[in-house]
């Protein structure tokens, strides 16, 4: 995004980015994916449709944004240990996922992200990658602490950790009892612990 | 299937049953899952359709089991350590989400898996069962062992296991390397170990 040149038109305005993101969470609860169209949510947020193609790609990217990024923003957990820490991050997952959002984006999303072999590529690269720097930070301060070794593979635990949520949650469609974070977090930071 | 009734016809072939599964696994592949019908499938097994819903309610079922059914009839792995069946359980996995089928079948099962409520709520009973079953009789050797306790929750592990793999082969669409079961296997296996 920062690479791009500042051509056409003012400047990015924050209330517009989130405008946009509200308008397509409450739409595709209320109308469903498939009727959740750029135009739909141009609309409804008051701005052009150009203004939302010059920041995604396409509606999937939108929709992903909107449903399953509401806790990229925040700072990483910092509980003191690597089971806090994952905890936090995995009561974030089930939250998004238990949503209704998430029930009423999943389909369409998932039916795209399958169908879509450029699409399936950017999922590492775009969609998780703010997830995972927030848990290379958490993997750096558990390593510090000598909680687990510096050479974790912190792909492969995201994939575990969302992986689980996504199908116990998302697609068995299991409603999460209230220990399901902390107990996945305990099970997950034992499993990479060094002791 | 046994409580139904003997009714109309011939007893079942397993013959019949296998060149349907057969037929069924190769026409996803080379046709899609959209264009794979259950007259598709009939004609190409040489059966009539009545026999293919005789055992099917329909197509997802069906190409589920086609796809994603390959080693639940072996029996539980019994390696001697719960890491070793775990392995062996998770090779499995990733062997199908990894084999063409699974790449062709699943953007269109995820969408009618996601779009159905009714089909949502069988997953857990109809399509997990075998795989929960044969897990549970991993843990209970593992229990008898002293490696796990006896209450370690079943369904949230395999939950895990199939949602990791899920994850990182079929929907990142990473390229699972050689030692993926193994690692993923060690990581749970120690997480839900007693000491």
Redesign the interface.
Known sequence: MSSSPPSRGRPRDPRSHEAIIDATAKLVVEVGYAATSIGAVAARAGVGKDTIYRRWPGKPELVFEAVFTTTDDAPAPDTGTLAGDLTVMLQGLVDEFHAPAAAAA???L??D???DPEL??R??GDF?APSKDRLLVVFERAATRGEIAAET?V???L??L???????VG????RPDRQ?AA??A????????VR
């Open positions: 999943l389909p369409g998932l039916a992200f399958a169908a399936r590529a999922i590492r998780l593979p792909d492969l635990v994939d575990t969302a992986g689980a949520v996504f199908f116990h697609l068995v469609g299991e399901l107990t996945l305990a099970v997950v930071a034992k499993g990479i612990e």
